[in-house]
């Protein structure tokens, strides 16, 4: 999209790179809704010690808050080509770094549940996924700077638009995979078919053998509490991700791309919900608090 082929805003003519001019009272909503589930988040992996929300879910709230006051700051300078150019770069990679969350909270979910109900083990699950959302945001960092030098510069800001539409492609890649093997493993639990045999002791004494049934542990309440805030999660990223491929793919003149209720119900509202998500169901309480109890009451039986 280049600056001459800018649609008008209102009726009074006054020219938008977004083809409308974003209403103020929407983007100070965003701003705060952001702004304070980052600083809860940040609280909570300082309390929980999950320092790997931080420059996950944390660093997407903070990307989000940016974004959202470039589009503030576009509501009173409609004009502008830099706030508008901030806010679509922001809001197009932040959700990538919520997703690790994601992916790695499973992982410890395998853990506790069981690894041999999972195609993948907990580690693998990290270096995959972590991987695919690296390559995603990467892709799509690319195409954001290509996308804002071309048009900074007058140029048709379509190929750069293109680069960021095979990041976020990449990125429902990840999602679709992910939610099939997720969705296995907990069809697998609940049904006690293992995706692969797993070493135990026999009765006879230490040896090891390879054993296809094993008896299934109990899913305790917090981890269902967990499993419900994933799933609410996933589905609100995979909403996002399918609207911001439509809309790029529409091309940066398209009418959806132009369309400001449909970025506000389709981009703000799940990207919103996905991270008040975790502030609710925070892997903290429901996973690693319990863990340590656990390990403190082994420590204890053992003193003893």
Not at 43 to 54: D, E, V
Not at 61 to 80: A, H
Not at 172 to 200: C, D, H
Not at 280 to 295: C, D, S, T, Y
Request: net charge neutral.
């Amino acid at each position: 999209m280049s600056s001459s082929n800018y649609s008008a805003a209102s009726s009074n003519e006054v020219h938008s790179p977004y083809g409308y001019v974003p209403t103020a009272a929407v983007c100070i909503t965003f701003i705060a809704l952001f702004g304070l589930s980052a600083i809860l988040h940040l609280g909570q992996a300082i309390r929980y010690k999950t320092w790997w929300m931080i420059p996950s879910v944390f660093i997407g709230n903070f990307g989000e808050t940016v974004g959202w006051s470039g589009r503030f700051w576009s509501s009173k300078n409609p004009g502008l080509l830099d706030p508008y150019l901030m806010q679509i770069t922001c809001t197009i990679i932040a959700p990538s770094f919520m997703s690790a969350a994601n992916f790695t909270i499973l992982g410890y979910i395998i853990r506790r549940l069981g690894t041999h109900y999972s195609r993948l083990s907990p580690r693998w699950y990290l270096i995959i996924f972590i991987g695919l959302d690296v390559a995603s945001l990467t892709v799509q960092a690319i195409g954001g700077a290509k996308a804002s030098g071309a048009a900074q510069n007058d140029e048709d800001a379509g190929p750069g638009g293109r680069i960021m539409l095979y990041g976020i492609v990449t990125q429902m890649i990840a999602l679709t995979a992910y939610v099939a093997l997720g969705t296995e493993f907990i069809v697998r639990y609940t049904l006690n078919k293992p995706a692969r045999a797993i070493a135990v002791q026999n009765t006879q004494g230490s040896d090891v053998t390879l054993d296809e049934k094993v008896s299934r542990p109990a899913i305790d309440r917090n981890t269902k509490l967990m499993l419900l805030g994933l799933i609410i999660n996933t589905v609100f990223l995979f909403i996002r991700a399918i609207y911001r491929t439509i809309e790029l793919n529409d091309g940066w003149d398209g009418s959806i791309i132009t369309n400001q209720a449909l970025f506000n119900w389709l981009d703000g509202m799940p990207i919103t919900v996905c991270t008040y998500t975790f502030n609710l169901f925070h892997p903290g309480p429901l996973l690693f608090r319990q863990n340590q109890r656990e390990q403190s009451e082994e420590t204890k039986e053992i003193d003893a």
